[in-house]
């Protein structure tokens, strides 16, 4: 079966400029999240959703960030003004409700490179 | 403050030489404990997930298993393909579908 996707898989933005993210779940899954992986580091949480709800932003590093998923499904994250600080593999996950398994399944990630 | 450790950084295998990752932990409450394998350029792929001490969890070459304070991945003779970062994960909140907190990681090499 189709995993969880994202895209673009690469992003080369100049500081300053706006990037969105996107995510596409696992199908029926309704927790999804967030994490930042920098390099040579494990991914590292940012923000996560039950269905459209978003239950904690608190790994957002500043207001510049935003996430949505407005119909519980696909989930956007967005960078205004882009920073090179900001340069990161951007990782979404996606887990099914039920139980206390609740593995997360993640997609390939994108690349975000601010010059 | 919940955090995972994991050791070594790197590990360097010939084919065929069996060895042991560790991750040790330090949330409060044993809520499970995830790894993952992760290839370059590729998100990070479920291997297993341990909740009870004392539990283990097998995978062709690879076995995980669970103590109060620690989990280690066992590596029964490698091969070049099982060469990968492998995480270690906890999770963040003391519930089902919560964000995972994850060590940085053991880069593991198998020379042929």
């Known amino acids: 079966g189709a995993g969880v996707s994202q895209s673009p898989r690469y992003k080369v933005a100049k500081r300053g400029q706006d990037v969105a993210l996107r995510c596409d779940p696992i199908s029926g899954h309704v927790s999804l999240f967030w994490y930042q992986q920098a390099l040579g580091q494990g991914p590292e949480f940012l923000t996560y959703?039950?269905?459209?709800?978003?239950?904690?932003k608190s790994g957002l590093p500043s207001d510049r960030f935003f996430a949505e998923r407005p119909e519980g499904s696909v989930s956007t994250l967005k960078i205004q003004r882009t920073q090179q600080e900001d340069s990161a593999v951007y990782l979404c996950?996606?887990?099914?409700?039920?139980?206390?398994?609740?593995?997360?399944?993640f997609g390939p990630g994108t690349r975000l490179t601010v010059t | 403050e919940d955090q995972v450790t994991q050791s070594p950084e790197a590990l360097r295998l010939q084919e065929g030489e069996s060895s042991s990752l560790n991750c040790s932990y330090t949330v409060s409450g044993l809520r499970g404990l995830f790894w993952y394998r992760q290839d370059p350029g590729k998100g990070p792929e479920f291997l297993f997930t341990?909740?009870?001490a004392g539990e283990e969890k097998e995978k062709e070459r690879l076995k995980a298993t669970l103590t109060k304070k620690e989990s280690f991945l066992h590596i029964t003779a490698p091969k070049p393909e099982d060469s990968a970062t492998y995480l270690c994960?906890?999770?963040?909140?003391?519930?089902?579908?919560?964000?995972?907190?994850f060590g940085k990681g053991t880069r593991l090499s198998v020379i042929a």
């Open positions: 341990l909740y009870s």
């Open positions: 994960a906890a999770p963040l909140l003391n519930s089902g579908n919560t964000p995972l907190v």
């Open positions: 959703f039950q269905n459209e709800a978003q239950l904690d």
């Open positions: 996950a996606s887990s099914s409700r039920g139980g206390r398994t609740y593995e997360q399944y």
